[in-house]
């Protein structure tokens, strides 16, 4: 709007000066600094720069612990200046001609915090530094710190000096205002932004800031106690106490938490505005068949979690549940159940497992509890004798699968779901029983198996597929897929979960979601923060307990010997043992895992091992040894230690069909020792393994060691884990497995776990979101105050869920999420 258009010049004069936060950095800074803080920093509004809070505050008159600084660290510190030495010129340059090179004339620097001394050299505009530099003068300091002849310095270090006794006419008023408060803001900063400059920006951005309606409503703020949000980031800024910075901070983390759980809150809604169909539990199924036929009786947990679970799967929107719980507490029974339900009501199922190791076990333990229920169509080379509802419709209904250059023909859209089973009628009579029948689909499943396994679930001949993210390729299409069951979910992200949801038309399948291992409560609540939680936390009766020691390999070598003899005690009983290793092999130093790449399928899986937080890299040991590999270490025990006994080596770069073979050995008895990686970590159900030796157990994360010893101990007989290592006794990676080994209490361990990762890497890029999204709340710490805020955020949206009459919050959300909007919403 032009200034003549406008009755009240001054008003409009007035409006055009002030920013808002979703204002761009160009309007109140100009080109060139919003250029450098987009380029540095990726900032790009004013409420990027908003949320860019200071890293730390130094207090006026505590100068920094010069001490504390390593080399190679970008630091802002707050000195004064000591001693100031002007090396040079040589004799014969006269006093203002241009030095002959540069670098022939240097300033020398010492400021101090008291005890402690750091040196600046400049080499170029000595004059101009010397003259700003006194002795005495207090001023921030930064650059990278280096080292020359065993002494700290910055070299040509950026500074501001502050106003103190001094007479400098050039630290005049602007600079003195900026440190006039008690606390000094210092910011994340670069070589390229130093942090008085970005404090200059703020500084400019909130003369004019106008904050706009409050994202959290009213009665919220009153609830809890809150700051309006204008005032907390004037405060979180410019604090004026530690008092205004706590009550800043605390605000502004709900914010975060407040938007991320009502953005997730929406989510939930949209999913469950999508319609799912029906699929309601029958008394004459294979379900009801197959609960007949269990050989135990499920746990109490069981029996209610899968009661959660029918009632969703009966529901005419889609089931979003998360089922987490302690390793071995039975999830997969949980499943197949909640997969059996929905054979009998006409669909189909997928469970997709992380791990093609887990994939075929899964395959094998879950056809071997079904026996003759899951064997439709297989007990005969000619005519079924038995016929499977998925049977009947295809022969009734769909044309004869016709491969189309070995892929079936595309689904008729609309495809209708299949008629309820009609009991006692056409498929089974008598002493027939009702069946159905399960198909594996991995990455290196042959040609033939393919075909036959795409072929069967496009018929609809197949009520179960069970496979890895093969199943995820877009060839894989099924009749009616009514269910999704996605194992140990940590594996796996929000895109594979949407690439499931969309094998079906019109309609959603039901999506189930496992955990390996138990996850903190801020943990369900963000990272699956979309999905209903069930929680399995007690194990089947008649579990013996797991006892775990710490074995310190280089201080007592001779438990290491009686670890070995410990296996060999196990093995003369009939027992057998697993030995892990954190690699395959030894040939390729450097990453491990990265030598896994051969097979796809698990690289996931086993390069895991590096990016948990183990105990690699953070203590310092640059020479340390290369991780015990599965390839050297199996031969040395065969050979020594476990002569005589029939050892086994299972690892990701095996052909699959030499995984099942070996795994099959392994289950059958026929291997007395497995020497592995941790692709047996998920998952894996061997009941007669009691023993378990885990190799440089340092290397590996807290929830991992868990997940790996609830491999053994399945049994009634007495599980037993030795974690080796050779980090010393007092080292942090000691102090982790010794936790491991003093509690059982997966949700303990996973807090453990938790505070030893960066937030990011649990969250995932998926729902961290940009990188600006989370910047002050800590998952663990900041618990309590994320169920607070998801609490009200979801009754918000219960209430309102277009959020037509709090624009504020929408707006928030969409600043969230930023470019992720459509697909964390919409596709939800
Ligand atoms: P997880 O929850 O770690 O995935 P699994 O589903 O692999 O655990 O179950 C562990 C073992 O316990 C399996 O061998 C399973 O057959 C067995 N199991 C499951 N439920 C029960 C139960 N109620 N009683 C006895 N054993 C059970
Ligand atoms: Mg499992």
Redesign the pocket.
């Known amino acids: 709007m032009g200034r003549t258009e406008c009755p009240n010049v001054g008003a409009c004069f007035y409006a055009a000066n002030v920013t808002t936060f979703r204002d761009p950095l160009v309007q109140p800074l100009g080109k060139k600094a919003s250029d450098t803080f987009e380029k540095v920093f990726g900032l790009r509004t004013v409420g990027d720069l908003l949320r860019h809070y200071p890293r730390k505050y130094y207090t006026r008159g505590e100068l920094t612990p010069l001490d504390s600084l390593r080399e190679g660290d970008h630091a802002t510190v707050l000195a004064m200046v000591d001693l100031v030495s002007r090396i040079g010129p040589p004799a014969d340059q006269k006093y203002g001609t241009k030095p002959r090179k540069w670098g022939s004339e240097r300033l020398e620097v010492i400021v101090t915090d008291g005890p402690g001394k750091l040196q600046l050299v400049f080499f170029a505009s000595v004059q101009h530094h010397a003259r700003q530099l006194k002795h005495g003068a207090i001023g921030l300091f930064a650059g990278t710190v280096s080292s020359f002849r065993g002494r700290r310095q910055l070299v040509h270090p950026e500074y501001e000096l502050l106003p103190v006794s001094t007479t400098n006419p050039l630290m005049a008023g602007e600079i003195a205002e900026e440190f006039a408060n008690e606390l000094i803001a210092v910011y994340p900063a670069s070589a390229k932004l130093s942090s008085w400059k970005i404090s200059r920006a703020i500084d400019v951005i909130l003369d004019t800031l106008d904050a706009g309606e409050d994202p959290l409503p009213a009665e919220v703020r009153e609830k809890f106690g809150l700051w309006p949000r204008a005032l907390a980031i004037r405060a979180i800024h410019r604090p004026t106490d530690r008092g205004d910075l706590k009550r800043a901070r605390e605000r502004l983390k709900w914010d975060e938490a407040f938007t991320m759980q009502a953005a997730l809150a929406q989510r939930r809604l949209a999913a469950a505005a999508m319609p799912a169909v029906p699929r309601p539990a029958v008394t004459d199924g294979v379900a009801a068949e197959f609960d007949r036929r269990l050989p135990?009786?499920?746990?109490k947990g069981?029996r209610s979690v899968s009661e959660e679970i029918a009632h969703d799967l009966a529901c005419a929107y889609p089931m979003n549940r998360l089922l987490q719980?302690e390793?071995?507490?039975?999830?997969?029974?949980v499943a197949v159940r909640a997969m059996l339900q929905v054979v009998d009501a006409g669909g189909q199922a997928a469970l997709l497992a992380p791990t093609e190791v887990l994939a075929q076990q899964h395959y094998r333990s879950i056809t071997a509890l079904l026996g003759p229920l899951g064997a439709a169509g297989q007990l005969g080379a000619g005519e079924p004798t038995v016929v499977s509802r998925g049977e009947q419709t295809s022969r009734m209904g769909d044309p004869a699968p016709s491969p189309h250059g070995g892929l079936p023909p595309p689904i008729p859209p609309g495809h209708p779901p299949r008629p309820p089973y009609p009991p006692g009628s056409a498929g089974w009579k008598g002493d027939d029983i009702p069946q159905t029948r399960v198909a594996l689909l991995t990455g290196s499943s042959g040609v033939r198996a393919r075909r036959s396994a795409l072929t069967d679930v496009f018929t609809g001949d197949a009520g179960i597929l069970i496979g890895t993210h093969a199943l995820l390729e877009d060839q894989v299409r099924f009749a009616d897929l009514g269910l999704a069951v996605i194992d140990e979910q940590h594996r796996f992200g929000v895109e594979q979960r949407d690439a499931l949801r969309d094998k079906t038309l019109g309609s959603r399948p039901h999506v189930l979601v496992m955990t390996a291992t138990p996850i903190p409560r801020t943990v369900a609540m963000t990272v699956f923060g979309d999905l209903e939680v069930s929680t399995?936390s007690e194990l089947?009766?008649?579990r013996s307990p797991i006892a775990t020691h710490v074995v310190p390999a280089k201080e007592r070598p001779n438990f290491l010997e009686r670890a070995w003899q410990r296996v060999r005690e196990e093995v003369a009983t009939g027992r057998q043992a697993y030995v892990v290793c954190p690699r395959i092999s030894g040939d390729a130093p450097g990453e491990p895992g990265a030598d896994d790449s051969g097979n796809a399928d698990e690289t996931g899986a086993e390069a895991d091992s590096d990016t948990d937080v183990g105990g690699q890299g953070d203590e310092g040991e640059d020479a340390r040894r290369p991780p015990l590999a599965v390839l050297d270490v199996a031969p040395e025990l065969a050979g020594g230690p476990l002569a005589g006994l029939r050892v086994g080596v299972m690892h990701g770069r095996l052909p699959a069909d030499e995984k099942d073979r070996v795994m099959t050995a392994f289950a059958a008895g026929d291997l007395d020792v497995l020497v592995s990686t941790t692709v047996i970590e998920v998952?894996v159900?061997v009941?007669n393994a009691t023993v378990m030796v885990i190799m440089d157990a340092e290397r590996f994360g807290v929830s991992q060691l868990h997940q790996l010893r609830?491999r053994v101990g399945?049994g009634r007989a007495a599980g037993l884990c030795l974690l080796v290592t050779e980090a010393p006794g007092a080292s942090p990676a000691r102090e982790r497995l010794d936790a491991v080994a003093a509690t059982a209490d997966g949700f303990s361990l996973s807090r453990l776990d938790l505070e030893q990762r960066r937030e990011g890497d649990v969250l995932g890029s998926a729902q961290a979101g940009r990188r600006s999204s989370l910047k002050l709340l800590r998952l663990l710490a900041d618990e309590d105050l994320i169920a607070s805020a998801r609490a009200e955020a979801t009754a918000l949206v219960a209430a309102d869920p277009k959020l037509t009459a709090h624009p504020a919050v929408r707006e928030a959300i969409d600043d969230f999420l930023g470019d992720r909007r459509a697909e964390f919403l919409d596709k939800a």
């Open positions: 135990f009786t499920l746990t069981q719980g390793v071995g507490s039975g999830k997969t029974v399995l089947p009766a008649g998952g159900d009941s609830g399945r």
